[in-house]
């Protein structure tokens, strides 16, 4: 039986996702164009990058932990969006390497938990108010798809040296909509105001089972065989004869297929479970790849961008709903924190791998890409040999003990 929700609960949150997606879609494609204008060179931009994948992969899991030992998800992201927009904020002071590579460090030690325990509170609504997770979480992308359009403007207007003081501003955002966030669910409860998650380790070797790392390895691996496509895609179409403008249409629609995935999320959830979608992603993934080193005219290659509906949308939508069936919302946090940790190791190693197989193989690389996700499917159809128990919190464990036999 679900509750009637606080209100404009939904609302909150999708302006939540807006406002970090916002930045971060000035950051993806234009902090290294800014790198550049300040003199560093192309190796010592890559180890700048690097840094937020680093501390993702080191910090995320304990940070968002975090979230769930203090019991109150909206107080941990009004405070680790201060941290980091602030902390970031320095990163003006000096423009020398070991500056920037020490304001990137601190800053992102709390940046990389932020989505997942957003994720989180947004996945709470689902559980307890019937609310839609993708109807929320698709202002994240369209976020995103205005950003990377501002911040070419402010490139043309205004030069790649002021492009920091988009970022700067967006993150500010985060924290003004961060105190617009509802209040946690977890905290209706009185008894559960009054303390927080143990978070002992009897709770977290929970996470130990083997079927849980195969379906998390299974979907990270499926988001990392996206890491030639996020790094050498432009170039490749280029290479191939397509204008740049059409590659900012390209980049656009892969959006737009991913928002109208979200927009439908709550149907397809109920005409396929969490499986499936994780299934569909790994095979239309395989399909993208292994089409996408042929020479083919710009509708061809827009026709396989429309795949991303499959290959990240239905990924993401079907983390969601595993880590919703399989885990207690008191640990969400934990459980989102560790997927975003695989998913930044694997792509990161994708990521410098990608390079590689760029420079030696060109387009073709694509099909090594078809080959990760194809192991991603068979990693899955494993798992049923691997049965996942439900990760119970101690309060959920508490209140089951104290049920009338």
């Known amino acids: 039986m679900y509750s009637a929700p606080p209100p404009h609960y939904a609302t909150r949150i999708s302006l939540f996702f807006g406002a970090f997606f916002f930045p971060y879609g000035i950051y993806i494609p234009f902090a290294g164009i800014w790198l550049k204008s300040l003199g560093l060179s192309p190796e010592s931009i890559g180890i700048v990058l690097m840094v937020p994948l680093i501390a993702r992969v080191v910090f995320t899991p304990v940070m968002a932990a975090m979230a769930d030992k203090i019991g109150d998800r909206r107080l941990t992201l009004q405070i680790y969006c201060t941290l980091f927009a602030?902390?970031?904020?320095?990163?003006?002071?000096?423009?020398?390497?070991?500056?920037?590579?020490?304001?990137?460090?601190?800053?992102?030690?709390?940046?990389?938990?932020?989505?997942?325990?957003?994720?989180?509170?947004?996945?709470?609504?689902?559980?307890?108010?019937?609310?839609?997770?993708?109807?929320?979480?698709?202002?994240?992308?369209?976020?995103?798809?205005?950003?990377?359009?501002?911040?070419?403007?402010?490139?043309?207007?205004?030069?790649?040296?002021?492009?920091?003081?988009?970022?700067?501003?967006?993150?500010?955002?985060?924290?003004?909509?961060s105190l617009?966030?509802?209040?946690?669910?977890?905290?209706?409860?009185?008894?559960?105001?009054?303390?927080?998650?143990?978070l002992d380790w009897t709770q977290l070797k929970q996470f130990g089972q083997t079927g849980f790392w195969i379906v998390l390895a299974s979907i990270s691996l499926i988001q990392a065989s996206h890491a030639l496509l996020y790094t050498f895609g432009t170039i490749y179409w280029e290479q191939r004869g397509v204008a740049a403008s059409m590659t900012g249409i390209f980049w656009s629609v892969s959006v737009f297929a991913e928002v109208l995935v979200f927009s439908f999320s709550k149907r397809i959830s109920?005409?396929?479970?969490?499986?499936?979608?994780?299934?569909?992603?790994?095979?239309?993934?395989?399909?993208?790849?292994?089409?996408?080193?042929?020479?083919?005219?710009?509708?061809?290659?827009?026709?396989?961008?429309?795949l991303h509906a499959g290959s990240f949308a239905c990924s993401h939508l079907g983390t969601m709903f595993f880590i919703a069936a399989m885990v207690d919302d008191d640990l969400s946090g934990t459980a989102q924190g560790l997927y975003t940790m695989l998913t930044g190791l694997l792509m990161a190693i994708a990521t410098y791998a990608s390079g590689i197989l760029y420079g030696d193989l060109g387009g073709n690389g694509f099909v090594i890409m078809a080959g990760i996700s194809t192991t991603a499917l068979f990693l899955l159809a494993t798992s049923h040999l691997f049965p996942v128990g439900y990760i119970a919190s101690d309060r959920a464990s508490e209140a089951q003990n104290a049920q009338p036999k």
């Open 86 to 177: 602030l902390t970031f904020a320095f990163i003006t002071i000096d423009d020398s390497l070991g500056w920037i590579l020490a304001v990137m460090a601190i800053s992102h030690i709390t940046q990389g938990a932020i989505v997942p325990i957003a994720d989180s509170l947004a996945m709470a609504g689902t559980r307890r108010y019937d609310l839609d997770y993708g109807r929320m979480r698709r202002w994240g992308s369209l976020a995103f798809v205005v950003a990377n359009l501002a911040g070419g403007f402010c490139l043309d207007l205004l030069g790649a040296n002021k492009i920091i003081w988009l970022m700067i501003g967006g993150n500010l955002l985060q924290i003004v909509f």
């Open 270 to 306: 109920g005409r396929a479970d969490w499986k499936a979608l994780i299934f569909i992603s790994g095979l239309l993934a395989t399909l993208r790849w292994a089409l996408m080193p042929f020479d083919m005219p710009e509708a061809g290659y827009l026709l396989l961008q429309l």
């Open 180 to 198: 617009t966030l509802p209040k946690d669910p977890r905290l209706i409860d009185h008894q559960r105001m009054s303390k927080g998650n143990k």
